[in-house]
């Protein structure tokens, strides 16, 4: 899961866009922000220093706005989903997303050389859904593939889902949600989730490296 974790940092990277005139494709919006954000992380020394204030700002403002969470979260819960009420639900989604957050920040200062390669894309021109496969690429390592799947929406592409090697993000926390809540009910999922980003406030970021 470490690898998993830290790997997707770099996904979650290349999605970090600036705001578009216009929709643009979603090889296209990897593809034109990545290298840039990614340079702004090398050259940032508080990022490289564990500023987890400034990482969380750097997430807030230029990640997030390009995932849908709650999609996200509805698959990670699965048949769960259809039992939750609309409190839980929202719940679900917030401490989700908010453990997400806090665990890929730990992982940004892991990151100084890799370079990303989209791959060749085609798409039909009335697709609503799509994937991207790019591979991350790190000197002295093997290049690891990660594939994105998104989906258009009123606002543009955003990505539910990253795979890494083949290993699919929110399925990765399928089975864990699910043994939690068939032991615990869904409050218990959320319980678990609320406790780990609790103690992650409060962990230095370094921790992700030394795990």
């Avoid at 390669?117 to 039909?124: E, G, I, L, Q």
């Avoid at 083949?166 to 939690?180: D, E, P």
Wanted: overall charge positive.
């Amino acid at each position: 899961m470490k690898r998993l974790v830290n790997v997707v940092v770099v996904a979650l990277l290349c999605m970090a866009g600036v705001a578009q005139a216009e929709m643009v494709a979603p090889d296209e919006l990897i593809k034109a922000t990545a290298q840039d954000v990614l340079t702004i992380v090398k050259q940032d020394k508080d990022i490289q220093a564990g500023s987890q204030k400034k990482i969380l700002a750097l997430v807030d403002a230029k990640v997030l706005p390009h995932f849908d969470f709650t999609r996200m979260t509805q698959l990670a819960v699965g048949k769960y989903w259809r039992t939750a009420t609309n409190e839980q639900k929202q719940a679900l989604v917030t401490e989700f997303r908010n453990m997400l957050v806090r665990t890929y920040t730990k992982a940004f200062t892991v990151y100084r050389d890799q370079t990303i390669d989209v791959k060749p894309f085609k798409m039909a021109a009335d697709a609503t859904e799509a994937t991207v496969k790019t591979t991350i690429n790190k000197p002295g390592a093997p290049p690891v593939p990660v594939d994105y799947e998104m989906k258009k929406n009123a606002d543009g592409w955003k990505a539910f889902d990253v795979s890494i090697e083949g290993v699919s993000m929110v399925t990765s926390y399928r089975g864990t949600f699910g043994t939690q809540i068939e032991q615990n009910g869904i409050d218990g999922l959320i319980k678990m989730l609320s406790d780990k980003n609790t103690n992650a406030v409060n962990a230095p970021l370094h921790k992700a490296e030394t795990k």
